[in-house]
């Protein structure tokens, strides 16, 4: 959105032959987005040549001012960096020259505490000085702690114009503190220091652009920085900063310019970034670095076969991946570790595989079963299984009783022995299993949705051969049933100060069960939770009473039950409405015109209050009407009202009003008191007139009263008992006071400059009146002959007084 504003260049005083600096006058609120980009003289003439000096901070050098400087006027040109709009001043500055008619102290006008610009640049350091005689400069440059002259210059890029110090092609190395000494014999020396910050665009790069790593090798990331000055490098991992997450133990930075991911894991892919900033410039490098990482994949593996007893016998799996997978090996769900007559171990191939074996010395009839190889990392698994069949009689090995929840999924694994086998039978009690159970010809029983009613009990396992032999073994199944929860809520939008209750009912699971409450996770108690009643009706009903409702009872609640079969939970939220209440009251505010006022306005509240101004619709009216926002006046998201650069306008009742739709809308009603600073009307005036005529120079002022009124002439007071011819009058008139100062009889050694200063509580100002009595000008002395030739002759004379005409 664009903003209205308007620019302003001021009439100048400046003593004749010093330089005179006109400054084009930008208001605060939009200062940081408008440059000033040219300056424009009243006749059309391009301001370039070395006369002027114009500042990107808006100010303009007119040096070796005299008459002929004054008859033009000056505007300022400015470009709005957002919308590209460009604005003329309003106004256009005059220089005022004045002739100084005694010693004046040298006073510089124009520096700055920091001036920047870029490397390979001309830089301007200002420090301009007024005084009679010309101000002399003298310039240093710090270094360690030392002061180095550098004037007189051997260096071809400085050099020196009027006051400002001019450095060419400037580089980094520039960069430093600046001293200038002014004076001029007619007072103390003054001295002022500037930082000069030479710049250079920022660039950052990083090499190479890709990695590619595999699983648990170490990565070095460098990032280059180049350019001038580089105040901060930070290190981002898909734009969060890698100092957080996990990862935080795996990436080291070495310095600011190197990070190290050190055992490089696949979440340790992504986009890194390198940033470097300064004040006014940023930048960033990126690299990309992919960390290799395969799911295992069995390559090789052993196959089915039939054995004797007493025979070595060993059995084998290969398997790839990155990282490198573990091998772990089971039968019928029982992992088989190092004994007597098993040895297990691994070991890597030339090629990257990893083998893995089971070696048996001498296999025995119980060694037979279903044997499974598994091979897994961090990106997945894979696994094989067959029978290892050792010939001899059936057997079935002891199995151990089962556990299991109802509603899941269970599987019986036989773990039976011997070759060769013809049937395996699965029975419950006296009967054979029902079909609702699936039998697997590998000997394992797979029960569907596992029910108590239907499938808790005795299970036996039976192994025959072709002649009849069987063996059999037996297991218990016992089913829990785990707890169920009824669902539950609390009332729809319950207010302040109201009751309310929930009840957490358990209908199904096996005795006991605990219950117990949570309160966003935590656990709740009567005595940790103020205004929270905790009941149990009996071992599978609780309830949570609220008595009165409060704010801080707003939160999750989440009923726990628990028994040996499972935890299980249900949670409902609770949301406490209440009506607006103040967190930050505004208050009234004094101030004075064109300063920053903010009105703050917080209020509390469920929902979340909104915020809305108004103001009076004048000083005693009780009508409010809302405020929009303006390029002055901004309503903010927090509730605060800013008031930019305030004007007496600006005064007034400000109502904050705060509503959520609960009870009745919070509002408040603050007075804004605006004190205007004493101003003069005309800030810059010439007068000129005959000798001997009477001089009649009237200041007036507004502001607050009561205004005062100071009359000086070229810096020293005026003094009317002193002068007879000199008199002054204040008048008090309200909402125009004014003062005049009379001068009878003016003789030309009234010519000067006449100030009017004027000051109230808020502030002072001042009014200008270059002040030029006429006289016809001194006859010339007599002619005094220097030299006499045979064809010419020397003659000198004085130039005599020009009267002021």
Known sequence: VQQQYEIRVYDDFVIRMNTGVLRCHVPNYVREYVIVTSWVRSDGFIISNSKYVAFSTGELHVRRAGPEDSHHSFQC???DTLTGAVTSSITAGKLVITEPHSSIPAKVIHWSRQVDGPQGSAVFIPCEAQGHPQPMYRWYRQYGGRLMPQLPMNEPRLVLVGGTLVLRRATVQDSGTYVCVVSNGAGAEEKNEIQLLVTEPLEVEMRPRVQEVRSGETVTLNCSVSGFPVRSVTWTKDSRPVSAGPALRRLVLLNRYALRIQAAQSQDSGLYQCFAGNERDSAQGHAYVRVKSEPPVLVSHFEESVVRREEPVSLRCAATGTPLPQITWSVYDVQVHD????????????DGSVISFVNFTKVRLEDGGTYRCEAANEHGQDSYSARLNVAGPPTVQPMANRTVVAGRKLLLHCPYSGYPISKVIWRKGNLPSSKRVMPYQNGTLALETVSRNDDEGRYSCIVRNDQDAEATNQLNL?????????PFSFPEKPQLGSRASVTCSVPEGDAPIRLSWLRDGVPISSSSSPGVTLGHVDDFISTLVFKSLREEHTAVYTCLASNEAALVNYSAPLVVYAPPRWRLEPADATVTTGERVVLDCQADGTPEPRVRWKKSAGVQSTEFRTVISSSRMQALVNGSLVIQEIETSDAGGYMCEASNGVGLPLYTVVQVSVHAPAKVRQRFLSHMTGKGQTVNL??????DEPIHFFWSKD???IKTFSNPRYTIKDSARPGSPSSDFTILLAEKNDTGAIKCEVSNAYGHDEQITHLSIQD??????RPEVLNVVSRSVTVLWKSPSDGNS
């Not at 004994?339 to 030339?350: K, N, T």
């Not at 016992?478 to 009824?486: C, G």
């Not at 009237?698 to 502001?703: F, I, N, T, V």
């Not at 016809?776 to 002395?781: N, T």
Request: aromatic share 2%; glycine share 8%.
């Open 698 to 703: 009237r200041c007036d002022a507004s502001g």
């Open 478 to 486: 016992r089913v829990l049933v785990p707890p169920s929860i009824t």
């Open 776 to 781: 016809r000008p001194d006859e010339p002395p």
């Open 339 to 350: 004994s007597g007559q098993v040895r297990v171990g691994d070991y890597v191939s030339r």
């Open 77 to 79: 040109q400015t470009k």
């Open 715 to 717: 810096s020293r007071p």
